[in-house]
């Protein structure tokens, strides 16, 4: 085990350094001043060189060649395969080709930030052809070594093993019933209006709320943080997960369920194997996954009545001072309040019934786009089109809330989007299955009792790492996937 | 240069890697949740031996060789000589003398912490023994590549260039005059009681004065901020100078002093000269010199009744609402307050008048230490002995409060004690001299305008980084240093 020994010694020393890198992009988002910007800059350039170098290096190649050969057992065989994945993506693609994708993606990313505003498409439209071009270079490099498609190649550097059948497969079946469902559950909800919660809630008491409820799902605070940021995230490092919010005064049930929300991939991060903690097959097993933790605490559990049952006495206990009208803080108010269905324009601002409707048509276009079929200058035509067929509203001269709107594309992340659905339809299979094995667990959260989910997470997900591929690690944990849990789950909560 | 550009580059490297070791520190005094230690140790320790191998690497000792024959300018000179002491500080030491040291010095450390709580002196002795003993030898290494005595070596590596001679001379100087005026103040004060503020001052009211007043006196907030930590400090990295204090909703006087301290620290971070911030010769200068410039800030001007004139307002625009005794908050009565005379046995707690006996008792000791003439069993004796003599106070059997009240030696410091009172006499002279160039910078002050004194801090020391050693900085500034203008503002401020 010499070879796969020296692999190790030098995976955690890149842990080590990222765990700084991660604190430092932390503190970027939560602390930093404005005129910090250049020289924490330089100082991440410096770092992400010295990382670059130690897992680039020629000997770790060699390393990865020797370590094949040697006796291991079944985690270490994992953390072999997940080093060589990182060995590859890091230096497979030619140091030129990577430095140009990396510029012009930086270039695009910025002109997006200026042009979405004035919702000006026509000038990124250069930009993105340029980055997107080299990005289906690299792709093609990667997919070579990877012995995939380029689109599952894509798919893959986010969701490991995640593939474009399975993809196809799934969203042919959310489209089958989720569309029409929609007008009914919207004309449903109109017949009992709900009431929303009106006055200040002052952010000392929003977050004294979070913070009792992200306690009882699991979360420690013991090392982590709630602070605040203008986009809501999960960060930090080994041991020490981090996540923020947002407050609106006038409104707490945006931030609380974002807080659950990052809760749950909090959660996930806080509970990686510790043995393995340092190593690749320690590290969280994907986005699809990452986002089946976070939608299974919010979605699953957090906007559930049993949840809100249990949570609407702890919402009064902080809030009933600030609160105009006592009686929307009632659990069936609540649970009305968040499960409203409203077809939007925009993805994040989506519910859990129109978000996939978001997710397939990025799927479908992004997918053109890669291989070629679609011209970029067509995308605001598909996009209106696509949209009205699917959500029934128009985004025509409105670039910046259709296809301008997201940061994805001009940022170079391609073949991101389908991990938002995977996640919320691994969120109720996994959800679905606990409850199966443990049926107590509804009435347990009713009472603010989440053991036996945490146990049940724990066991097959949490612990797990990256030691098995996306769909496998479903399988094993809740049989192959398939979306009649999330579609059992959406005729429950909306339709019955 | 092609030797001295190579140098450059690596030096820029270094700096780059040391901000975020900075900012790293910054957050675990600031931020971090108690249950990440090991985690952020481990990394710390990790991006500690990158640093180490950058800069000790053999070729740096060659570049170093090659760039002194190069055709180099006064700037890039003065660079060149603190990238070779840097150099020689981190490599002429054995690799297992400085383990050893690192490792006695933080089991020594470790255990000042216990036992300090517990007045145990007798343990402690033979872990200092250990550290001091290394210590001797390890500045035995370094005198002889610095051609200076042991202690001068000592002083040196807080304080570019301070030496024993200095020391004592302005040392003596003080000792003559301080010990006989302190009973004389001490009993013109009591003729004149002061008022304390009474009332609960909240915290976000003292947080919003503190961040008023530190601006006016010249500080970034664009390139900063201002937090809370169990022990006040300035840290943070290039261009992102943080301070911390700690509220006391009793007391206001203690946090706001404490600001205006760090204050001084920070701004002196926030002028060093741009164009060599990422060289050895773009850092501050020295301790000594550090120490001046917060206690310019914080004696000089912001204990006088100038400042006080113009701050009082300010001071009950903030906290009027709070104090229960309108008539403490007046200009009069806070400048009585902020310089208040009484010998105590605490360093950290001494006033501007009995501090240097603190340190003058220390050099003394820690120089008898250091050549071995005092033996370690004897501290106790000769401290309560040395503090009797120059404050008339007794610490027998109280060593917590005596010889064990400082993490310096435990943590081995030795030689930083000085800085302090040098600190306090360089602050004097300069604010003398600012004063002499500018004779309306006192007229100024009193109506809040600090634009001369910033001036003249940031022609003759803030732009200087460390292109000169202390005492020709001082002297370039201010002519030859010596007490005479702090016995001019002793005399000024307390006896007339």
């Given at each position: 085990m010499q070879n796969y020994q020296k692999l190790e010694a030098r995976f955690r020393q890149r842990s080590r350094l990222e765990d700084l890198r991660n604190m430092s992009s932390w503190d970027e988002s939560v602390?930093?001043?404005?005129?910090?910007g250049d020289a924490r800059a330089n100082s991440l350039a410096e770092l992400g060189s010295v990382i670059q170098t130690l897992i680039c290096a020629p000997e770790v190649g060699e390393w990865i060649e020797g370590a094949q050969l040697e006796k291991l057992d079944s985690w270490q065989q994992a953390n072999l395969r997940e080093i060589k994945k990182v060995y590859l993506e890091n230096t497979a693609i030619p140091v030129e080709l990577n430095q140009r994708l990396t510029i012009a993606n930086m270039k695009s990313q910025a002109a997006w930030r200026e042009l979405r505003a004035k919702n000006n498409w026509r000038d990124l439209v250069p930009l993105m052809k340029e980055s997107l071009g080299l990005q289906r270079e690299a792709l093609g490099v990667l997919s070579q070594q990877f012995g995939l498609s380029i689109y599952d190649t894509a798919l893959s550097l986010y969701?490991?093993?995640?593939n474009t059948e399975t993809v196809e497969r799934l969203f042919g079946d959310l489209n089958q019933f989720l569309p029409s469902l929609v007008s009914q559950v919207v004309e449903k909800q109109k017949l009992k209006p709900v009431e929303i919660p009106q006055g200040r809630f002052p952010m000392a008491a929003q977050k004294a709320l979070g913070l009792e409820l992200m306690q009882l799902l699991g979360y420690d605070l013991n090392r982590g943080r709630l602070d605040e940021s203008h986009h809501p995230f999960c960060g930090g490092s080994t041991n020490d997960v981090r996540i923020t919010t947002r407050y609106n005064e006038s409104d707490f049930v945006s931030a609380l369920m974002g807080v659950l929300h990052e809760t749950g991939h909090a959660i996930y991060e806080q509970n990686r194997p510790q043995e393995w903690?340092?190593?690749?097959?320690?590290?969280?097993?994907?986005m699809a996954i990452h986002e089946s933790q976070s939608l299974l605490m919010?979605?699953?559990?957090?906007?559930?009545r049993e949840f809100l049952e249990f949570a609407a006495p702890v919402i009064r206990k902080h809030l009933a001072k600030s609160v105009?009208?006592?009686?929307?803080?009632?659990a069936d108010n609540l649970a009305r309040l968040v499960s409203q269905v409203e077809p939007g324009l925009i993805r994040v601002d989506a519910d859990e019934m129109t978000y996939p409707a978001h997710v397939i048509l990025r799927f479908e276009i992004e997918r053109a786009l890669l291989d070629g079929s679609?011209?970029?200058?067509d995308l605001p035509a598909v996009w209106n089109e696509k949209m009205k067929r699917s959500l029934g509203l128009s985004t025509l001269g409105n670039d910046k809330d259709g296809?301008?709107?997201?940061v994805h594309w001009p940022a170079?992340?391609?073949?991101?989007?389908?991990a938002y659905t995977f996640g919320a339809v691994i969120a109720a299979q996994l959800f679905a299955a606990a409850r199966a094995k443990h049926p107590t667990i509804g009435q347990n959260i009713a009472r603010g009792d989440f053991n036996l989910l945490q146990g049940w997470l724990r066991q097959?997900?949490?612990?797990?790492?990256?030691?098995?591929p996306t769909l496998e690690l479903v399988e094993q944990a809740s049989?192959?996937?398939?979306?009649a849990a999330f579609k059992a789950h959406i005729q429950k909560r909306y339709v019955e």
């Open positions: 602390m930093m001043p404005t005129g910090s969701s490991p093993g995640l903690i340092e190593q690749p097959v320690g590290g969280a097993c994907g919010e979605m699953q559990v957090s906007r559930s105009e009208n006592p009686t929307s803080l009632e679609l011209p970029l200058e296809c301008m709107q997201d170079g992340l391609w073949g991101y989007f389908p097959t997900v949490w612990s797990k790492g990256s030691f098995l049989g192959t996937l398939s979306t």
